[in-house]
């Protein structure tokens, strides 16, 4: 069978194109046949189509951006991210949840029936369902500047972490937006990945410790590698998954399942978990 993942010819987007998973999905996209626009704040070294440079904590820069993107655009994979410090709280809700869901509502208008939208999440977001009610608020807000309304406003519900807040949004949003987005035949879906080798890591351990992070490793035993999680990634967005829809995929070597039977500890989810449940 030629072109199985069907992307021979398809026009993606590709945000966090110039690092980590966001660069390895780009490479497997442009290897797969697609026209790949890259997206990112800084240049990728990846041969694609066409690369923008975005700012994604800035609204007009967002909406300039996606105009200058001719339709179709049959995928967007929304990959950029930061982890919280050293950048600041505020910075991390804007590029990993406001800028995103931004960018992916001003390019909907130029997606068609069995095109699909692939979001990075995390497997930070362990336990997001026990805070539906503060998730909620945020969602229900309408486009970037009324979500900064409302992050100001409520700044110490979420700003004990911007990353893990960002995470437990995204794991709602996919739910959220796909029953209006399945009826124009558009598909939402997200990773949570596990920790990933690429130049977010060290933040991860200089704010945690090694120790901690580590004990986000599933039973797989290591940490992933980039392309490890752009493949499930790519493969969501794929026209062949045409029936999986406001799903979220654990990429995290089956911590998640350890998690959920008891046999497996990690003390920084529920620090995260604890932080929401006072705060939220
Ligand atoms: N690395 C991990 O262990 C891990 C684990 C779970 C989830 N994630 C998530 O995976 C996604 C990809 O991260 P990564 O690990 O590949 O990190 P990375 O740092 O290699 O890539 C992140 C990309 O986002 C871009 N970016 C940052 N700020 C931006 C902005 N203002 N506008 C546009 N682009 C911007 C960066 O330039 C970079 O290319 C992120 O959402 C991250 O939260 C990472």
């Not at 398809?10 to 490479?27: F, I, P, Y």
């Not at 009826?183 to 990945?193: C, F, L």
Request: net charge negative; charged share 20%.
């Amino acid at each position: 069978m030629e072109d199985v993942l069907g992307y021979k010819g398809k026009s993606v987007v590709v945000t966090g194109a110039a690092s980590g998973m966001g660069q390895a999905a780009a490479q497997i996209l442009v290897d797969l046949g697609a026209r790949v626009t890259a997206l990112d704040i800084n240049p990728t070294t990846v041969d694609v189509d066409r690369a923008l440079t975005i700012d994604l904590r800035d609204r007009a820069n967002i909406e300039t951006v996606a105009a200058s993107i001719d339709g179709p655009v049959d995928g967007l994979f929304s990959c950029a991210g930061l982890p919280g410090p050293p950048f600041s709280e505020w910075d991390t809700i804007l590029v990993n949840f406001v800028g995103a869901r931004h960018l992916a509502e001003q390019l909907v208008p130029k997606m068609a029936d069995g095109s699909s939208i692939s979001v990075i999440s995390s497997s930070a977001a362990i336990g997001w369902q026990d805070h539906i009610k503060v998730i909620t608020e945020l969602l229900e807000t309408d486009g970037f500047d009324a979500a900064v309304e409302w992050l100001t406003a409520n700044e110490k519900k979420w700003s004990w972490s911007g990353y893990a807040y960002s995470k437990y949004i995204i794991d709602a949003w996919v739910g959220w937006w796909y029953p209006e987005l399945g009826r124009k035949g558009i598909r939402i879906n997200a990773i949570n990945p596990g920790p990933t080798e690429t130049a977010m890591m060290p933040a991860f351990q200089d704010l945690m410790g090694k120790e901690t992070v580590d004990q986000a490793i599933g039973p797989v035993g290591r940490y992933s590698t980039p392309e490890e999680q752009a493949w499930p990634l790519v493969c969501l967005g794929s026209p062949r998954l045409s029936y999986v829809g406001g799903e979220v995929l654990w990429t995290d070597g089956g911590w998640n399942g350890a998690m959920t039977m008891g046999r497996h500890e990690a003390k920084w989810a529920d620090t995260a978990a604890g932080e929401m449940s006072k705060n939220g």
